[in-house]
């Protein structure tokens, strides 16, 4: 074998085992990204631009409520496009992945609305968001490994349940609060087409157990990031 050939031969076999390094450190970045809420949307804001002189007055108590139901979105947000990451990048299955980044993509948009609403209503995103995202993207990389049809019917089922938190928040609002229930109505409704993509695709539904331990969850997120 001459030279050039060993130095290929050894570069292939590098690359082949550093696939995965490229992957790795653009999710590092994005995750950065996220955290340090430089993330930008790529749909305008639902809510319009900020029109102060057209915005109802809030009581501090109506800002402070609207403003902890805000940051519990944002970290559903965050959740979910982590959690969706996470599924992608562990999934076998191409047409899959791209569907579940395109559900992430859309979540970062869901994002970038709450931080600007949580920044209007002078608040901030949640100070555990680095907990809530490596959770998220830890369980997506499991919820891969149970098959499509499971990675599938871990999205549909926290779309569902995230569906009846939005409706929950749109009762909860205070009622003058147009422009946080603006961006909570287009939220809503892409994370019913959200659900409706994954069934479409093929999603089983998961264990009474697993939906169960995923709302015990999901209370426990909303009753922290309401707060902290």
């Known amino acids: ?95 899959i992945a791209t569907l579940l980044y395109g559900a ?6 869901h994002m970038a609305w709450c931080q600007q609403r949580l920044r209007e209503l002078d608040s901030r995103p949640s100070l555990l968001n680095p907990v809530w995202y490596a959770g998220s993207f830890t369980l997506g990389l499991m919820a891969a490994r149970a098959g499509v ?7 549909a089922e926290t779309e569902r349940q995230v569906e009846a938190h939005l409706e929950d928040h749109l009762k909860r609002l205070p009622s003058d609060d147009t422009r946080s229930r603006k961006i909570v109505e287009q939220m809503k409704s892409d994370e019913i087409n959200h659900r409706l993509t994954a069934e479409r695709a093929g999603a089983a539904q998961l264990p009474g157990a697993v939906r169960v331990a995923m709302k015990l969850m999901s209370k426990l997120m909303t009753a922290t990031a309401y707060r902290i």
């Open 104 to 109: 992430a993509a859309e979540e970062i948009d």
């Open 1 to 95: 074998m001459s030279a050039p050939e060993a130095v290929s031969m050894v570069s292939s076999r590098f690359a082949r085992r550093h696939a995965w390094f490229d992957p790795f450190i653009a999710e590092m970045d994005l995750a950065l990204q996220v955290l340090t809420g430089q993330v930008a949307a790529t749909r305008p804001n639902p809510a319009g631009a900020v029109k102060p002189e057209l915005e109802p007055t809030l009581t501090k108590l109506e800002k402070n409520h609207a403003a902890g139901l805000m940051r519990v979105n944002h970290v559903g947000e965050v959740c979910a496009q982590a959690l969706y990451r996470g599924q992608a990048a562990a999934t076998a299955d191409a047409p």
């Open 149 to 155: 049809a499971r990675n599938l019917g871990f999205m």
